[in-house]
């Protein structure tokens, strides 16, 4: 079959290659979300049924996409602009064919890539992007980021892995709707944004990798090597704030600092953060520090946890019991 007819309707919202540092033969080990240990191949983890599927663009949609973009600097608006306008056209084209009723097979095919695959293959290449980076990193080779453009495609992938998630599609809308139900002309705007966070999630994403990426020289980036006997795990919500800071937030309140932690393989690590918490980890870290590490890592997963080893995820689930 052409590449073009391959409809991608299960979409991974944590790059499978990443996870593939976890696994042997393909299979990783994973603690469920019923609390028990399993190990399956990473192509089936991590990932949901048309997570990514796009809907097609009304005006009101375009309308409020465009209110949101606005917001940005001027240069991200345009960039959000740029692809936003791709994605008009792939919604004038499948409304186009939805409207003309055929029904061949090829017409179907191209009504169901556009809605599929679209954004599917746009995180696909922002991944290809960052690969040659990752697998210098998975060989502990920090110096590949010392390239500004490596830097970039770094900071992007992090921005839109962060928040490509479905933990952060859950957590974003829940704190959306907890903060405006008693607000009544507000309905509509949430229900905008839910129809919408397709976009607006990866608008986002792009935001927090320039971010990220323009503050390199005020912020600290934290290269860390797990020399210990205890190895990193990670989670179905692999970059994740652990701020101080947020101890003091209520639920849906929205974090003002960030200290990024993302954990590249078993032995890698990788931090952004605007503290100097962890400043020492570049140096060496101690199992304690794992420990912490790991134990943050499993209480912002959403559905799974991943690990190299059964006896890792042993050990992850009797510190959350202890905690």
């Not at 095919?109 to 980076?133: C, K, T, W």
């Not at 005020?218 to 990193?232: Q, Y």
Request: proline share 2%; charged share 25%.
């Amino acid at each position: 079959m052409e590449k073009y007819k391959q409809i991608k309707k299960n979409h991974h919202y944590v790059w499978a290659y990443y996870l593939k540092q976890w696994a042997t033969d393909n299979d990783v080990f994973y603690i469920t979300k019923t609390g028990k240990i399993a190990c399956d191949s990473v192509e089936g983890l991590s990932r949901e049924r048309g997570f990514y599927k796009i809907n097609p663009l009304s005006k009101n949609d375009i309308e409020y996409l465009i209110s949101w973009s606005k917001i940005s600097p001027k240069h991200l608006h345009k960039q959000h602009m740029s692809f936003l306008k791709d994605f008009i056209f792939l919604s004038y084209i499948s409304n186009a064919i939805q409207e003309s009723h055929l029904e061949t097979e090829e017409v179907r095919n191209i009504d169901m890539a556009i809605q599929y695959n679209s954004l599917e293959d746009l995180h696909s290449s922002f991944e290809r992007g960052v690969l040659p980076i990752m697998k210098e990193l998975h060989r502990g080779s920090e110096k590949t980021l010392t390239n500004n453009e490596n830097m970039i495609s770094f900071c992007s992938y992090i921005g839109l892995q962060l928040t490509r998630t479905k933990a952060f599609k859950e957590n974003s809308i829940t704190a959306i709707k907890e903060n405006s139900f008693m607000m009544a002309e507000y309905t509509e705007k949430v229900e905008l944004t839910e129809r919408n966070w397709w976009f607006i999630s990866f608008m986002i994403g792009l935001n927090v990798g320039f971010s990220l990426y323009s503050s390199r020289s005020k912020n600290n980036h934290i290269f860390i090597v797990n020399n210990t006997e205890i190895s990193f795990v990670t989670s179905d919500n692999p970059v994740i704030n652990i701020h101080s800071s947020l101890s003091t937030l209520n639920r849906i309140e929205a974090p003002e600092n960030l200290d990024l932690y993302f954990p590249i393989s078993p032995r890698y690590a990788y931090m952004i953060n605007e503290s100097t918490e962890y400043n020492k980890l570049s140096d060496s870290i101690e199992e304690a520090d794992v420990r912490k590490l790991n134990n943050l890592m499993a209480r912002n997963s959403d559905q799974t946890i991943y690990g190299n080893s059964k006896e890792i995820l042993e050990t992850v689930k009797k510190q959350r019991k202890s905690t």
